[in-house]
T-cell receptor, first 112, second 118 residues
Framework: DSGVTQTPKHLITATGQRVTLRCSPR?????VYWYQQSLDQGLQFLIQ???????AKGNILERFSAQQFPDLHSELNLSSLELGDSALYFC???????????FGSGTRLTVV | AQKITQTQPGMFVQEKEAVTLDCTYD???????LFWYKQPSSGEMIFLIY??????QNATEGRYSLNFQKARKSANLVISASQLGDSAMYFC???????????????FGTGTRLTVIP
């Protein structure tokens, strides 16, 4: 157990639907990062939150949004899902150290 | 331009031999960090080793060492005495200079699939 908890582990949904992925960071970590790993795109950074505030944005589609709550857990919302959104979605957390990015086990999303 | 380049899509190594996985990076920052992660077939991302840009010594963690050549902007991973369990995808990643409070995101390479042959 890495200390970063992601739920659910697997998700199958239909095109056009909306899903929410959840992440609880490692205890004490203030930063949460979301990554998308697909076969043809590799690991793509989506968005970072630090202590409840958006800190950095990567290749995140407008159909996707995220937030970090006061208890520091984060949710990634994916809407109007397309077949191409099928991927492994990782959450990672980090503290104040320069290193120490810890990844969750990921949510495998399949859009059918 | 790609920030992290891994030019070896796949590598094979004999069990008990050493193998080097290549990684080059591109940044104009003076302060940055380099990481290697292992992703087995089960999918999780396992942190292996870290090298800071100001670290004078190459990082080592057990059978893993990082061959850091700053002038060449390379950060190759060396795995000694390969084991069957080392078969996995390996990703090189970089964090650029700290901007503001908190750590910044990692940029990943496309990965190298290592297969250890018995």
């Amino acid at each position: 157990d890495s200390g970063v908890t992601q739920t659910p582990k697997h998700l199958i949904t239909a095109t056009g639907q909306r899903v929410t992925l959840r992440c609880s960071p490692r205890s004490g970590d203030l930063s949460v990062y979301w990554y998308q790993q697909s076969l043809d795109q590799g690991l793509q950074f989506l968005i970072q939150y630090y202590n409840g505030e958006e800190r950095a944005k990567g290749n995140i589609l407008e159909r996707f949004s995220a937030q970090q709550f006061p208890d520091l857990h984060s949710e990634l919302n994916l809407s109007s899902l397309e077949l191409g959104d099928s991927a492994l979605y990782f959450c990672a957390s980090s503290g104040r150290q320069e290193y120490g990015y810890t990844f969750g086990s990921g949510t495998r999303l399949t859009v059918v | 331009a790609q920030k992290i380049t891994q030019t070896q899509p796949g590598m094979f190594v004999q069990e008990k031999e050493a193998v080097t996985l290549d990684c080059t990076y591109d940044t104009s920052d003076q302060s940055y960090g380099l990481f290697w992660y292992k992703q087995p077939s089960s999918g999780e991302m396992i942190f292996l080793i870290y090298q800071g840009s100001y670290d004078e010594q190459n990082a080592t963690e057990g059978r893993y060492s990082l061959n850091f050549q700053k002038a060449r902007k390379s950060a190759n991973l060396v795995i000694s005495a390969s084991q069957l369990g080392d078969s996995a995808m390996y990703f090189c990643a970089m964090r650029e200079g700290l901007r503001g409070t908190g750590a910044n995101n990692l940029f990943f390479g496309t990965g190298t699939r290592l297969t250890v042959i018995p």
